[in-house]
């Protein structure tokens, strides 16, 4: 009878936008819309979406987001920040007693209204219909732990009826990995209730925790469409292609993506310097009268800046991801000035919005555009000499067809390439500066023999990609 009863309450949302629907490509290395053009995935990690913002600032958000180029907003329906028992802008909370098979319809119209908005300017949700707590894990949260295999897959055939119709990805996991064969039955119970509520409409994945992988648990579950890692947040150069190189290789062949890297703005190893029993994390001389962070020498190594941001998108990219998520800190979490926190913020959300690293975000889309990711191959051999894994790392892709090669530097180092792996055509070679978008043009060459390219400018922050292009292939210039 409960069951019927979310049925009925799932069959009144409709939406009145054309909904996109995702797929994975035949060669299972990509993500693809409907008519079968690559879906580039840009993401934003906005976990509190549904639950710290009231409709207007939910506008504000997904408007400034989608002009950016974002095509992915990441949000959890059962949220991290004690998402069961503090209320929403209205008021309102998801479930009534706390329990998952009696949904409060005055908190799901929240949610409906924002997957509508976010549907009407291109972008897809990322839902992840509950954050890890509220599932037992061995690293618990403000929770409550309220589902069960039963529950949970009757929780998800409610979303899934729900939102059958709407532009939606779904995202298992909520950054805590299965702690036993009995949570895995739980997360396959609600990817189940998923997958039967929408028909089967929606492609689903995994958020692990922290220097974790999707595909460590559930890579062979024909629920799980596509990998997901967690990069995380403990040094700047993480080496994100140690994930892409290991899920690129792995059978059966599956997409993957970075699903949270490290955030602009959020102190590196920022769970060294918190202490989780005070509701302010750290001491009161490091914040303002506001809450925001005024001593950031607490945090000894500093925070994550754009730079991080860009390293980490484009060695994802060139190591055959799919897509990348963005972070910031203080989205994440929708900090406002004096309110609660979580990890402590630089700015409140709003400011945050507009931060250089979100910024870039519109060129990793403009580059992946006109010379597709979808035709990417990694290609490390084409690099000549030592390549060390550190700062120094030089990553490089050719595309399937030889139309263009793409070499990316992060520290604006010369780089030498054995130019007959490349392609076989004449090369028009350019640089693209990832900070603002720039072109410097390169002369024209043979693809032949060993050549050396320097960028134009070098060292921290002067991250620089190469572009070769065959001139047979005549391809668009940004």
Known sequence: MKKILIILIAGLITTGCLAQSLRISKNQRYIQNEDGTPFLWLGDTAWELFH??????????LTTRAAQGFSVIQAVVLAE??????????????????DPLKPNEDYFK???????????LG??????????????????????????????????????????????????GGDRNPANDEV????????????TGDQGSHLISYHPRGASTSSTYFHHD???????????????????YDYAEKEYDRQPIKPFVDGEPSYEDIPVEFWVYCDWSDPKRVPDHVLDNQNLIKDRSHFKQGHFTDYDI?????????????????????VWQMFKKGGSIAIPCLTDWREALNRPGAQDIQHVRSLFEVRPFSKIVPCQSIIVGDNPKDNTHVRAACSSDQSFALVYVALGQSVTLNLEKVMESEIHAWWYNPRNGDVVQIEEMKSSGIKEFTPPTSGWDNDWMLVLDSKKAQLQML
């Not at 710290?52 to 958000?61: H, T």
């Not at 390293?311 to 972070?327: D, I």
């Open 52 to 61: 710290k913002l009231d409709r207007e600032e939910a506008e504000e958000y």
């Open 110 to 120: 929240h949610v409906d209204f924002i997957v509508q908005k976010a549907e009407a």
């Open 184 to 195: 895995k039955e739980i997360w396959r119970a609600m990817a189940k209730g998923l997958k």
């Open 222 to 240: 024909e629920w799980l469409d596509f990998n997901m890692y967690q990069s995380g947040h403990s040094h700047h150069f993480t080496k994100v």
């Open 81 to 98: 920040n004690d998402g069961l028992r503090t209320p929403n802008p209205y008021g309102e909370v998801p479930f009534i007693d706390l």
């Open 123 to 172: 972008l897809i949700i990322g839902m992840l219909p509950t954050w890890g707590d509220k599932i037992f894990s061995e690293h618990p949260g403000a929770g409550p732990i309220v589902f069960n295999a039963e529950n949970a897959e009757t929780f998800g055939f409610f979303l899934g009826n729900r939102y059958k119709d709407s532009s939606i990805i779904w995202i298992l």
């Open 310 to 330: 860009r390293v980490h998108a484009y060695q994802n990219f060139l190591s055959g991801a799919c897509g990348y998520t963005y972070g910031n800190n203080a």
